[in-house]
């Protein structure tokens, strides 16, 4: 995520500094991070602790809703215009926690995010899977803050 994503967070919608109250139905932990009317949705896990003294801020973990199939260039899902919407879950800018996952429409995305941002919290989601080279002290710690 970079600070041109942050910045552009809507004003009442939610933010890094925000009190989780954004989106009623997401689980614990997680803000909306920047949300575009009908389009592209961010949401972010534990931001306060993604902090540079807690936890390195690259690893915050990012879900994206947008328009388009994954491995789409952007230029070809005009808000409106797709029928594919999806859903991508990062741990780190290069790495991915499950497959983006296709859905017809934006709301049927967005509940695959919420589901999906459910599951990490519960600690359900194999995060240790996902990394090729083993990371254990900050996993471990990634333990400690979900509920694995």
């Known amino acids: 995520m970079t600070d041109g994503d942050a ?3 809507t004003s009442g919608v939610g933010s890094p500094d925000g009190d989780g109250r954004d989106e009623p139905n997401l689980p614990a932990g997680w803000r909306v991070w920047n949300d575009e009317p009908g389009g592209r949705r961010i949401l972010a896990y534990r931001p306060d602790v993604f902090d540079t003294e807690r936890f390195p801020p690259a690893c915050l973990p990012t879900l994206y809703v947008a328009a388009g199939a994954p491995n789409r260039p952007a230029a070809e899902a005009e808000y409106g215009t797709t029928d594919a919407w999806r859903v991508q879950f990062f741990l780190e800018p290069e790495v991915e ?3 983006a996952r296709t859905y ?3 709301e049927a995305a967005l509940a695959g995010a919420r589901e999906l941002a459910a599951e990490f919290a519960r600690g359900e989601l194999d995060h ?3 990394y090729q080279v083993p990371r254990e ?3 471990d710690r990634l333990d400690d803050l979900t509920s694995g």
Do not use: C, F, I, T
Request: proline letters at 7%; zero cysteines.
């Open 7 to 9: 910045s552009e967070a």
């Open 97 to 99: 926690l499950v497959p």
């Open 104 to 106: 017809d429409d934006r």
């Open 128 to 130: 240790r899977g996902a």
């Open 137 to 139: 002290a900050y996993l």
